[in-house]
T-cell receptor, first 120, second 111 residues
Framework: GAVVSQHPSWVICKSGTSVKIECRSLDFQATTMFWYRQFPKQSLMLMATSNEGSKATYEQGVEKDKFLINHASLTLSTLTVTSAHPEDSSFYIC????????????????FGPGTRLTVL | AQSVTQLDSQVPVFEEAPVELRCNYSSSVSVYLFWYVQYPNQGLQLLLKYLSGSTLVKGINGFEAEFNKSQTSFHLRKPSVHISDTAEYFCAVSGTYKYIFGTGTRLKVLA
């Protein structure tokens, strides 16, 4: 149980275009999902926290108009990188928090496999 | 606020030798501690987690970690490594709803 998927697993786009990444909880309902960014050979940095049906909370320094997050249902959150530029190239990982009993503790997060974004 | 320090950015070790990857944390509240492994171009795989109880935690792939509250450490160990253990290892702490990750340790197992 507690499987999180991401789609696509990798994407290449041209500079100036927008890219949407999906994060799905497959076998549980996720009231909260998290989006992380990982640059090559670096750690994961939390970008934003999204709660189903409400606006996302962005970490300091993350442009909310650049990284649009929608959490429209209990199993799906999307991250849209708008007007992508080469500096947005990164590995994006989502995670989901389950409150229905799969988790070992209240705030346990389950991580997706990541999406590699390359902007040319 | 919580923070995590992984002092070793790289650890080379010969195959079948033991290894210890160090993790220290700071927090003003009780925390949960985790070790994740990440293979190239893949997501995070949970190795083990400490929530409460026994300070020695056993995980997958023969890894174990010991929680030491007085030293605020959660070091990861394996008695005999394999080539396939070559990967990036991340220590993480959660005291609130957020996870804070260390900078990672690259374990390179040499033949």
């Amino acid at each position: 149980g507690a499987v999180v998927s991401q789609h696509p697993s990798w994407v290449i786009c041209k500079s100036g275009t927008s890219v949407k990444i999906e994060c799905r909880s497959l076998d549980f309902q996720a009231t909260t999902m998290f989006w992380y960014r990982q640059f090559p050979k670096q750690s994961l940095m939390l970008m934003a926290t999204s709660n189903e049906g409400s606006k996302a909370t962005y970490e300091q320094g993350v442009e909310k108009d650049k990284f649009l997050i929608n959490h429209a249902s209990l199993t799906l959150s999307t991250l849209t990188v708008t007007s992508a530029h080469p500096e947005d190239s990164s590995f994006y990982i989502c995670s989901a928090r389950d409150l229905s009993g799969v988790a070992s503790f209240y705030n346990e997060q389950f991580f997706g496999p990541g999406t590699r974004l390359t902007v040319l | 606020a919580q923070s995590v320090t992984q002092l070793d950015s790289q650890v080379p070790v010969f195959e079948e030798a033991p290894v210890e990857l160090r993790c220290n944390y700071s927090s003003s509240v009780s925390v949960y501690l985790f070790w994740y492994v990440q293979y190239p171009n893949q997501g995070l795989q949970l190795l083990l987690k400490y929530l409460s109880g026994s300070t020695l935690v056993k995980g997958i792939n023969g890894f174990e970690a010991e929680f030491n509250k007085s030293q605020t450490s959660f070091h990861l160990r394996k008695p005999s490594v394999h080539i396939s253990d070559t990967a990036e290892y991340f220590c993480a702490v959660s005291g609130t709803y957020k996870y804070i990750f260390g900078t990672g340790t690259r374990l390179k197992v040499l033949a």
